[in-house]
């Protein structure tokens, strides 16, 4: 791992700039902060984020809903914005003079953020290792030259990186702290509902929920009983998501914060791909995953991503557990299809529910975000030590 080339400006007394660039990341980073404060209880910590890092004690000074594109002719429609929102950041670094950079994900924003922070000798540690195992893994190159340290949280992360000569450090899921998983286990699902789970994003929901509305009319149609439970995400207004759902469609909208219980209390789930995919998988809850791009981010990214699957439970365990429905095949008639036999058949289900047991074993146990904490504030108090020698 490459050290700071320049840390003359390097300020071992200052904040932790940590940023996180879209709703999971969010969750990750405000996780991450109260365990580098438990191991340091006067740390302060500035940066982008939501409202997750917020509340647990960020001075959060650039909204992550700056940064939230989908798809790379979304990305270029934003770049002048993005390239504005850059030069902001970098003031505010110059003034602020953290002692450490923590990137969560969001690749595309953030080793131009890394960039700069190298520019200013700010020591850089990814949390949350950008999927560079997806495509372009050329970028592995990037993270040498740039960060301090790279932290894993999929199990094979770290034999990608050991193939490339590079040593990351794999700290764990840091969903096995965030969930509360004994006490889903102990909640009864729902044997007539069907959770939705249509996104984060204003773009995804606005492709996917039309689909995933008429998925659930044409169900009801053969299962009278169904009942739709939908979750919204943080940031995203219970109106926004009634404009796509048809009036003789009944579905009860939860907050953020029931999701879980709603998950685990439903037969099946109907979901965007993303991490929600693993919080489905890890609650034991079979989903059906869709995602819709535009046409050409699509064939672009079907171009170049190095991949079999798109949802992260299938890429951990090797093989489909979950069915992946993308762009064409994210249509309503084949969402109904292939829900239909896990809300119709209980031996259907049973089977499903048995692929998910081995998952959680394979992600790890708790305390991801701990070893992360610890891994940073003990390469900091190295750096720290080495320029008092100098």
């Avoid at 969750?27 to 500035?46: D, M, Y």
């Avoid at 090797?318 to 993308?326: H, K, N, S, T, Y």
Wanted: with cysteine.
């Amino acid at each position: 791992m490459s050290t700071i080339a320049n840390t003359t400006s390097m300020n071992p007394s200052g904040p932790v700039w940590i940023s996180a660039g879209e709703a999971s990341g969010d969750i990750h980073a405000a996780t991450l902060l109260k365990a580098l404060r438990e191991v340091e209880p006067g740390l302060t910590a500035l940066g982008m984020g939501g409202p997750a890092l917020a509340k647990a004690g960020c001075d959060v000074r650039f909204p992550m809903r700056l940064i939230s594109l989908v798809g790379l002719t979304e990305v270029l429609s934003g770049l002048p914005r993005i390239l504005r929102l850059l030069g902001e950041v970098k003031k505010a670094l110059v003034a602020a003079r953290p002692r450490a950079l923590i990137l969560i994900d969001c690749p595309d924003f953030h080793f131009r953020v890394a960039r700069i922070a190298k520019r200013l000798g700010i020591p850089v540690y990814y949390y949350v290792s950008p999927q560079v195992w997806a495509w372009r893994s050329g970028r592995v190159e990037f993270l040498r030259h740039f960060t301090r340290r790279v932290l894993c949280i999929l199990p094979f992360e770290k034999d990608f990186y050991a193939a490339r000569g590079m040593d990351v450090d794999y700290v764990g899921h840091p969903l096995m702290d965030q969930m509360p998983l004994s006490e889903l286990d102990a909640l009864r699902p729902d044997p007539d509902q069907l959770g939705i789970l249509p996104g984060s994003r204003r773009k995804e929901i606005s492709a996917l929920l039309p689909e995933f509305a008429g998925a659930a009319l044409m169900l009801r149609q053969r299962l009278p009983k169904l009942k739709l439970a939908l979750a919204r995400a943080p940031g995203v207004e219970e109106s926004f998501l009634r404009q796509f759902l048809p009036p003789e469609l009944p579905v009860t909208i939860h907050p953020p914060e029931d999701r879980y219980r709603m998950m685990r209390q439903s037969r099946a789930l109907l979901a965007a791909s993303g991490t929600v995919t693993l919080e489905a998988a890890l609650i034991g809850t079979p989903t059906v995953v869709a995602y819709k791009l535009s046409a050409l981010s699509f064939a672009i990214g079907k171009a170049v991503v190095q991949v079999k699957w798109a949802s992260l439970p299938n890429l951990i365990m090797g093989r489909e557990i979950f069915p992946e429905m993308l762009q064409a095949q994210a249509r309503a008639d084949l969402l109904a299809e292939r829900l239909a036999p896990w809300l119709a058949e209980d031996i259907a289900l049973a089977a499903a529910r048995a692929d998910l047991a081995g998952l959680r074993a394979t992600v790890g146990g708790p305390g991801a975000a701990h070893r992360a904490a610890a891994i940073i504030l003990n390469d900091l108090q190295t750096l720290t030590q080495q320029k008092t020698e100098q």
